[in-house]
């Protein structure tokens, strides 16, 4: 049993003396006290974090499409026996088309339709003795959109939520109309209404707004730090990073904001600091340590 630990031991004395051997001959100075040696100094960053006032909103953005293939949105009026005499159409292809709007007239009647659409095709036909004519629109109120929203959304998700559809920069209010309960590869279908006239197959996002925080300031929680049972604050004076002042916070609810994937926490402050302040963070990252180099050494090496 000696001899086992003796043979373990020199075999651990002289590995660790192949390891060192190894550095030494990579660079022999990592073990010399040299006076003369240019030693490097921890370098010191600052990190500044604005003092925001106002409402935290909380969004779930989805990329999607204005609804493709449903034969719903697509109508044709047909119109058999009409004639130059008794047929005409107050609008041409390719117009938009309100409620209540004329459309065409056909036996002395003029006939609208009940929804926003577009015009798409006239088509007339003519045989020895009849005229026929197909009036093809798109029903723009027929439109929606579908997005797969993650499971772990679901039971934020209601149809009293805030939802906005985002066209080119710009925002318009929608609403939900149908939640789904299947669930394929962790997802769920939400169906939600198209606010403005746009074709099928066209790129939009969806927004969905989870949650409004009514804080008043508030900042990133991590330029806050506790000392003891009081939390603190290094105030910028506005001119140097480096020089700040002191200032005990009261901190009130937490928040957390999702972007990207990202969660970003944030703390309200009820007093110590104003709407407009920046906080300070001092960073310090020192020279590599001896077990760096000798990973590095290992290796490279």
Not at 78 to 92: H, I, P
Request: no cysteine; charged share 20%; proline share 3%.
């Amino acid at each position: 049993m000696k001899r086992q630990i003796v043979l373990i031991s020199v075999l651990i004395l002289l590995f660790a003396g192949l390891v060192f051997g190894v550095i030494y001959l990579n660079d022999p100075t990592i073990f010399r006290n040299n006076n003369n040696a240019t030693h490097t100094e921890p370098s010191v960053s600052y990190v500044m974090y604005p003092v925001y006032n106002g409402e935290i909103v909380r969004t779930y953005e989805l990329s999607s499409q204005v609804i493709l293939g449903d034969p719903r949105y697509l109508v044709e009026i047909k119109l058999s026996n009409a004639t130059d005499s008794n047929f005409e159409m107050f609008l041409g292809k390719g117009d938009s088309i309100s409620p209540n709007e004329p459309l065409y007239k056909y036996n002395d009647e003029t006939k609208s339709v009940d929804f926003n659409g577009l015009i798409t095709d006239i088509v007339r036909e003519k045989s020895d003795t009849t005229q026929s004519v197909a009036i093809r629109l798109l029903n723009y109120d027929a439109l929606y959109i579908t997005v797969q929203t993650d499971l772990s959304k679901y039971a934020e998700i209601n149809y009293d939520t805030s939802v906005n559809v985002i066209y080119k920069g710009q925002k318009y209010a929608s609403e939900i109309v149908a939640i789904g309960w299947e669930v394929i590869n962790n997802k769920i279908p939400v169906k939600v209404a198209l606010p403005i006239k746009l074709l099928p197959g066209t790129d939009i996002t969806v927004e969905f707004v989870l949650s409004v925080q009514k804080a008043g300031v508030y900042v990133l929680e991590e330029a806050i730090y506790q000392d003891g049972g009081h939390y603190y604050a290094n105030v910028s004076n506005g001119n140097d990073s480096s020089v700040t002042r002191r200032a005990e916070v009261t901190i009130g609810q937490r928040f957390e904001l999702e972007e990207d994937g990202h969660v970003w926490n944030f703390v309200e402050l009820i007093s110590g600091v104003n709407d407009g302040d920046v906080l300070v963070v001092e960073t310090i990252a020192g020279p590599a340590d001896l077990g760096s180099v000798i990973k590095d050494v290992l290796k490279n090496g």
